[in-house]
């Protein structure tokens, strides 16, 4: 008798259907429970061709998932943040939380390749544990020797734009902790007071930034663009990571130190076996057409 080998068809399906619809398609092998999760995360957040979509989709893209794994809170008195200008970024090198951002004060800082500082995700843990300002929640039961060098490239600071202001003298804003107003009305807003009862007459308008409140004299109108403070900020874990190659930090990632010429100090200059493998991979693909 003969012997006989099963060989698995990929038989097309509505989710396949779908998929087109999304431009995202099945993988080799890939299962449906695993393409229909895909799908759905697609379809609650499409990617466009902004940086941002595109970091937060490139694991989708290729069938991996990313885990959120920590929330940070900012710790308030009298229902205010105790924190001046409180900002959380995860860079392609560190992981800072600021206490007052405008003026450079850190209260957190972790460098996310050391082994001594902030290389696994309990160090993360134990550095925002003492943090006066922040609070932070462990969502992922499994983080604790997660490499931190995976989290998402992301930041606290985020732009809400074109959103509509209803026709009253009083407009809560979808989000609160606003730090700067862009309206479209010129007319609604010419002069920012200091409060609400210094707002009388028309061009006069006032800012709770806070709680994201506006008032104007008159009757607003039309959109109005802002950004805003992102808390609770929650970091995610990425098992496929990017990051921007003009990233100010990346220079501690992809560069040993050397003794610069102007100063006498040590710099990050010389390209590492990292740094040095990335930049023939972008040049073999946009080369700087020098010779033949």
């Known amino acids: 008798m003969g012997t006989y080998s099963p060989t698995r068809l990929e038989i097309s399906t509505g989710f396949d259907e779908v998929g087109i619809r999304l431009g995202l398609y099945r993988l080799p092998g890939e299962s449906l429970s695993n393409y229909r999760r895909r799908l759905l995360l697609e379809s609650r957040d499409r990617t466009s061709t902004t940086e941002d979509s595109y970091i937060r989709a490139v694991g989708r893209r290729v069938g991996v998932f990313e885990t959120p794994v920590f929330e940070v809170e900012l710790i308030e008195a009298g229902g205010v943040p105790v924190a001046d200008d409180p900002y959380v970024e995860i860079t392609s090198t560190y992981l800072r939380a600021y206490n007052d951002y405008a003026n450079g004060s850190v209260d957190v800082e972790l460098n996310l ?47 809400a734009f074109a959103e509509t202001l209803l026709n009253s003298k009083e407009n809560q804003l979808q989000n609160a902790s606003v730090i700067a107003i862009f309206p479209l009305s010129s007319e609604l807003f010419v002069e920012e007071m200091a409060s609400i009862v210094q707002v009388a007459k028309l061009g006069d308008f006032y800012v709770d930034y806070i709680n994201g409140v506006i008032i104007t004299y008159d009757v607003a109108q039309g959109l109005i663009s802002y950004t805003y403070r992102k808390f609770p900020f929650t970091m995610y874990w990425q098992p496929v990571r990017v990051w921007p190659y003009n990233d100010a930090d990346k220079k501690y990632r992809i560069m040993d130190t050397l003794i610069a010429d102007d100063t006498g100090l040590a710099d990050n200059l010389l390209l590492n076996s990292e740094g040095a493998k990335l930049v023939n991979e972008i040049l073999s693909v946009h080369s700087l057409s020098w010779g033949k």
């Open 113 to 159: 390749l050391d082994r001594t500082n902030g290389y696994f995700l309990q160090d993360v843990v134990s550095a925002f544990a003492g943090s006066i300002y922040f609070t932070l929640t462990v969502l992922d039961a499994t983080h604790t020797y997660k490499k931190s060098a995976q989290l998402r490239y992301d930041n606290s600071n985020k732009f």
